[in-house]
C-alpha cells in the first residue's frame, strides 16, 4: 500500500498542472470536502489521521512526529 500511496499523478491546480503523491491528492480531496461541510470527510480526518488535528494545535518541529503527542495525552 505504501508503494501504491506514494506513485505520482498529475493534478490540474489554478490552471497549471503538478505533480503530486496519491496519498497527497487524497487528503486534499478530503481536506476540500471537509471544508465544504462533508461532515464525513471532517470525521475521517481527525478520526483516521489523529496527527493532523495534533499539528493543528502545535506545528511539527523536528523533535515532533507525527502522532505521538497525541497519543501520549491520550
Known amino acids: 500500500m505504501k ?3 506514494s506513485d505520482k499523478v ?4 489554478n490552471g ?4 503530486i503523491s496519491k496519498l497527497e491528492a487524497i487528503i486534499t480531496q478530503t ?3 471537509a471544508a465544504t ?3 464525513r470527510a471532517w470525521e475521517f480526518l481527525f478520526s483516521k489521521i489523529p496527527w493532523l488535528l495534533n ?3 502545535q506545528p511539527a518541529g ?3 512526529r507525527p502522532g505521538t503527542d497525541l497519543q ?3
Open 3 to 5: 508503494k501504491a500511496l
Open 10 to 13: 498529475a493534478v490540474r491546480e
Open 16 to 19: 497549471r498542472t503538478k505533480t
Open 31 to 33: 481536506v476540500n470536502k
Open 37 to 39: 461541510g462533508d461532515h
Open 55 to 57: 499539528d493543528l494545535i
Open 62 to 64: 523536528p523533535q515532533t
Open 72 to 74: 501520549r495525552s491520550a
